[in-house]
């Protein structure tokens, strides 16, 4: 089998599936994913949360150039809100207090936080232990993301504007032939387009590798999730997702069921990443140290790789040393939020070679996204 299109998108996870939503106004487009669905690494393994103070600077602002889109996305793109207020606070123990001021400084004046008492965010949060907070904040800002119906949405998109999904077809080999980027798979099929964008999250440096390129310093990271029993009394459904701030750890109310993590980021190679017992086992011990929940039984568990380049910025543009080869990776913990803004940003740098005028307005600046930054 061969396909031929403008566009050649490899990857589907969230990113991937925005761009090539993108792009198919533009042009013909193939969305080409190695595993049998769409989004079944990172994408389907997020907490879902739209944080607009989290991130370095440059990410907090394509964060907020999303928000429009999520809080009123085009008309058929989902049929229920894809936003929904939650709300996070964030606390710190004893010896630790300065990290709230520290976060206060970090938020946009557009998102303040907010100090609350130790008292107000334990009848916020009633699970947490008083004598666990010393000093907190609270964060208004912070909504609800439904990753899937997002995920699905671009999808959706892509292929009413005529866009093509494959699936299952690891790709092996990517070259440059008669101004074509060409993709062969384990199955023999081949897939050709002057533009490729590289998507492929944790296994975007190999798929750079594979085109003849230098890497960018891609390194995912594992990150271990657990979901226990929810408990009304001690996690009420207005409860603020809830930050451990001198370790990351947090937990939040999910579809009346209780996530937690420690926030872990273990540097690890591009996987299908799964959880281990030792992680699992320190989650429940912050939980049993900071609440006053018991962990009786772990429903379900699970880790997903987040994946980094040294500034923890994402990586958009044209690779200088490859005609037509533009790399859309690096997007960390922050894909779900960032999605919206970056697949309008690969459209208009491709068909363009222009920031959208939003950003530019903005501040952000091209130089912080370029994939030479990575290379030094």
């Not at 009304?232 to 990351?248: N, S």
């Not at 994402?314 to 939020?337: K, R, T």
């Amino acid at each position: 089998m061969s396909a031929a299109s403008d566009y050649l998108v490899i990857g589907a996870g969230v990113s991937g599936a925005a761009a090539a939503a993108e792009l198919a106004q533009a042009g013909s487009v193939t969305l080409v994913e190695m595993e049998e669905r769409a989004g079944y690494h990172s994408s389907g393994r997020s907490a879902a949360l739209y944080t607009p103070n989290y991130g370095p600077a440059v990410v907090r602002t394509i964060i907020a150039a999303s928000a429009e889109f999520y809080r009123a996305p085009m008309p058929g793109f989902t049929d229920h809100p894809l936003l929904t207020p939650r709300q996070a606070m964030t606390f710190v123990p004893a010896g630790s207090e300065a990290k709230i001021d520290e976060y206060m400084a970090m938020a946009t004046p557009e998102t303040p936080l907010q100090e609350i008492s130790p008292d107000q965010a334990c009848k916020l949060a009633p699970l947490l232990r008083r004598e666990a907070v010393a000093r907190a904040s609270l964060d208004p800002h912070v909504m609800d993301m439904d990753a899937g119906a997002i995920h699905q949405g671009f999808l959706k998109l892509l292929k009413h504007r005529g866009g093509k999904v494959f699936t299952d077809h690891r790709i092996t080999r990517i070259e440059r032939e008669a101004g074509l980027w060409r993709a062969t798979t384990t199955s023999g099929a081949t897939f050709a387009a002057p533009i490729a964008v590289n998507a492929g999250g944790a296994w975007a440096d190999e798929i750079g590798q594979m085109a003849g390129l230098k890497p960018i310093g891609l390194v995912p990271m594992r990150r271990t999730a657990i979901i226990i029993a929810g408990d009304p009394a001690l996690a009420p459904a207005t409860m603020p997702a809830v930050d451990d701030g001198a370790t990351e750890a947090y937990v939040k109310i999910d579809a009346g069921r209780l996530m937690a993590s420690l926030g872990d980021a273990t540097p690890s190679p591009p996987c299908d990443a799964q959880p281990e017992d030792l992680d699992m086992a320190m989650i429940v011990d912050w939980l049993e140290r900071n609440t006053h929940l018991t962990v009786k039984r772990i429903e379900h568990s699970w880790a997903g790789l987040r994946s980094f380049v040294a500034d923890h910025c994402p990586v958009v543009g044209f690779d200088d040393d490859a005609e037509g080869f533009f790399w859309l990776a690096g997007q960390g913990g922050y894909g779900i939020m960032l999605a919206a803004a970056l697949g309008r940003l690969t459209r208009s740098l491709i068909v363009r070679n222009e920031v959208p005028a939003d950003l530019l307005a903005r501040g952000l600046k091209l130089a912080e996204l370029a994939p030479a930054r990575c290379r030094g």
